[in-house]
């Protein structure tokens, strides 16, 4: 079946640009994570949404970072006002229960 | 927070050898995840092993969560077998997996 998809593949902005990154997760999966991975780094956990209970927002590094998970499945992360240590790959998770199955990833560069 | 710990952080070897590679947590977990990193950046699911033994194919695993490591087995590898293998856990009580830093494999032909 279809894994989850995560858009756009690759995204170039502005420094000062707003960006939304989406991210569809495997059907039926009721938790979502997002994670963002620098250049040669480990992964950093940003946000976890678990069915219809408040978001762990804990890992999300600033006011300018923000996530929504509409109707319990597509997910949108937003960054306001981009800067250019944002450049990384962001990474969306679902999981049915604890076993966690990533996306491909959105390639963000802010130039 | 939970701190996690891959060794080695980068392994050489040539094609055919046997490698293990090691994942120590400071904390109790309900969750352990190995992935592969590929060289496209993809992270694919080797094992969800929170205790026991596992095997698929060349590939093993093994966690003993009460002296709270984990150890991935590869034998005869191959040089697809190269990229970056992460560990993951989840804490007790916790919700988010947390990532070691990676071991880089190296295989050459």
């Known amino acids: 079946g279809a894994g989850v998809s995560q858009s756009p593949s690759n995204k170039v902005t502005e420094k000062g640009k707003d960006v939304e990154l989406r991210c569809d997760p495997i059907?039926?999966?009721?938790?979502l994570y997002w994670y963002r991975q620098s250049l040669g780094q480990g992964l950093e956990f940003l946000i976890y949404f678990q069915g219809n209970s408040a978001p762990d927002k804990s890992g999300l590094p600033s006011d300018r970072f923000s996530a929504e998970r509409t109707g319990g499945s597509v997910s949108t992360l937003t960054i306001q006002r981009t800067q250019q240590e944002d450049s990384a790959v962001y990474l969306c998770?679902?999981?049915?229960?604890?076993?966690?199955?990533f996306g491909q990833g959105t390639r963000l560069t802010v130039v | 927070g939970i701190q996690v710990e891959q060794s080695p952080p980068d392994l050489i070897l040539q094609e055919g050898a046997n490698s293990t590679l090691r994942c120590n947590f400071s904390?109790?977990?309900?969750?352990l995840q190995w992935f592969h990193q590929n060289p496209w950046g993809q992270l694919i699911n080797l094992f969800y092993i929170p205790s026991g033994t596992k095997q698929n194919g060349r590939l093993s695993a093994t966690t003993v969560a009460t002296e709270r490591y984990s150890l991935l087995y590869i034998s005869s590898s191959q040089t697809t077998d190269s990229g970056v293998y992460f560990c993951a856990v989840g804490p007790a009580g916790a919700q988010k997996l947390v990532f070691g830093q990676g071991t880089r494999l190296t295989i050459n032909p």
């Open positions: 059907s039926g999966h009721t938790a």
């Open positions: 904390d109790s977990v309900n969750n």
């Open positions: 998770a679902s999981s049915p229960n604890a076993e966690a199955f």
